[in-house]
């Protein structure tokens, strides 16, 4: 039979490894939402500069998507062709397909819902935060789901 010694790791590496766990998912979810948040986007800029700066490593997600932007824009053959690609592949400016963070009904619906206990104001407010998008991003949705309700009852009528 054999035994198999297990080092006991001490609270503050444990810790540390939590604390870097902890930042690691934190990044791949601000990853994920930079195809279709400009604001996470941004945001991802500012932790690999922290990064640089404190001379750390990156978590290996963020460094590849740094490195597969840099390295796309380099191939690029002029200079505004290369600034314009880097900007497009770190999703600071749209690409002509940055998803929607949330569908227009589902945000319509919701705000219906918020608006049978608070007023406009609040339910306009309690929808951009639940689904993270800007209070005029929700008026905009409001606006095609009325758009696209006229449309139906006129083809009904």
Same mark, same amino acid.
């Given at each position: 039979?054999?035994?198999?010694?297990?080092?006991?790791?001490?609270?503050?590496?444990f810790r540390a490894m939590t604390?870097?766990?902890?930042?690691?998912?934190?990044?791949?979810?601000?990853?994920?939402?930079?195809?279709?948040?400009?604001?996470?986007?941004?945001?991802?800029?500012?932790?690999?500069?922290? %990064?640089?700066?404190?001379? #750390?490593?990156?978590?290996?997600?963020?460094?590849?998507? /740094? $490195?597969?932007?840099?390295?796309? &824009?380099?191939?690029?053959?002029?200079?505004?062709?290369?600034?314009?690609?880097?900007?497009?592949?770190?999703?600071?400016?749209?690409?002509?397909?940055?998803?929607?963070?949330?569908?227009?009904?589902?945000?319509?619906?919701?705000?219906?819902?918020?608006?049978?206990?608070?007023?406009?104001?609040?339910?306009?407010?309690? %929808?951009?935060?639940?689904? #993270?998008?800007?209070?005029?991003?929700?008026?905009?949705? /409001? $606006?095609?789901?009325?758009?696209? &309700?006229?449309?139906?009852?006129?083809?009904?009528?």
């Open positions: 039979m054999y035994h198999t010694w297990i080092t006991p790791i001490s609270t503050p590496d604390a870097e766990m902890r930042f690691r998912a934190a990044v791949a979810d601000i990853l994920a939402k930079a195809p279709s948040d400009p604001e996470a986007a941004a945001q991802v800029l500012k932790i690999a500069a922290q %990064c640089l700066r404190a001379g #750390e490593l990156m978590p290996p997600d963020l460094a590849s998507f /740094l $490195a597969d932007a840099f390295e796309s &824009a380099a191939l690029k053959p002029d200079e505004h062709s290369r600034a314009k690609t880097l900007a497009r592949d770190l999703h600071l400016i749209a690409g002509g397909n940055r998803r929607p963070k949330a569908s227009y009904v589902k945000v319509a619906q919701t705000y219906e819902r918020f608006l049978l206990v608070v007023n406009k104001t609040v339910a306009r407010s309690k %929808c951009a935060e639940q689904f #993270e998008i800007d209070e005029r991003t929700v008026q905009r949705y /409001l $606006a095609q789901y009325n758009r696209e &309700a006229s449309k139906e009852r006129n083809l009904l009528a």
